[in-house]
C-alpha cells in the first residue's frame, strides 16, 4: 500500500505561482506512473500532468507552458510547479500513483491510477 500526502496549496491572486509537493511511503521509482489531478466543485476529476518511471511527462492542453512535474527520486517526492496562475485553475489537486503498466495515452484517466492522496485546496483569485 502506497500512502501520498500531498502539501503546498494556499491561496494565490492570478499569475502568482505555487508549487505542490507530495511525499510518497514508498519509493517514487518503484510507481511505473504518478500525476496530478485536480478537481472543481460541479466537475470531473482531471488530469494535469503526469511522468513515468523514464521522466517521460504529459500534460493537460489547459497547463502546457505554465505547471511543471518532477520528482526526487531520493527524496520520493512528486512536485508540481505551478506558474502564472488563472482562476480557472482554483480546484482540489490531488497526487496519484500507478504500479501497473498503461499505454501513454492514458497517462492523464484518473482511472488508471491505484493510489491516491487526500488532497491540497488552490485557489486562485482575479
Known amino acids: 500500500q502506497v500512502q501520498l500526502v500531498e502539501s503546498g496549496g494556499g491561496s494565490v491572486q492570478a499569475g502568482g505561482s505555487l508549487r505542490l509537493s507530495c511525499a510518497t511511503s514508498d519509493y517514487t521509482y518503484n510507481n511505473y506512473y504518478m500525476g496530478w489531478f485536480r478537481q472543481a466543485p460541479g466537475k470531473e476529476r482531471e488530469g494535469v500532468a503526469a511522468?513515468?518511471?523514464?521522466?517521460?511527462?504529459k500534460y493537460a492542453d489547459s497547463v502546457k507552458g505554465r505547471f511543471t512535474i518532477s520528482q526526487d527520486n531520493a527524496k520520493n517526492t512528486l512536485y508540481l510547479q505551478m506558474n502564472s496562475l488563472k482562476p480557472e485553475d482554483t480546484a482540489m489537486y490531488y497526487c496519484?500513483?500507478?504500479?501497473?503498466?498503461?499505454?501513454?495515452?492514458?497517462?492523464?484517466?484518473?482511472?488508471?491510477?491505484?493510489?491516491w492522496g487526500q488532497g491540497t485546496q488552490v485557489t486562485v483569485s482575479s
Open positions: 511522468i513515468d518511471s523514464n521522466g517521460s511527462t
Open positions: 496519484a500513483a500507478a504500479r501497473v503498466f498503461f499505454d501513454r495515452w492514458y497517462m492523464l484517466v484518473p482511472g488508471r491510477y491505484n493510489y
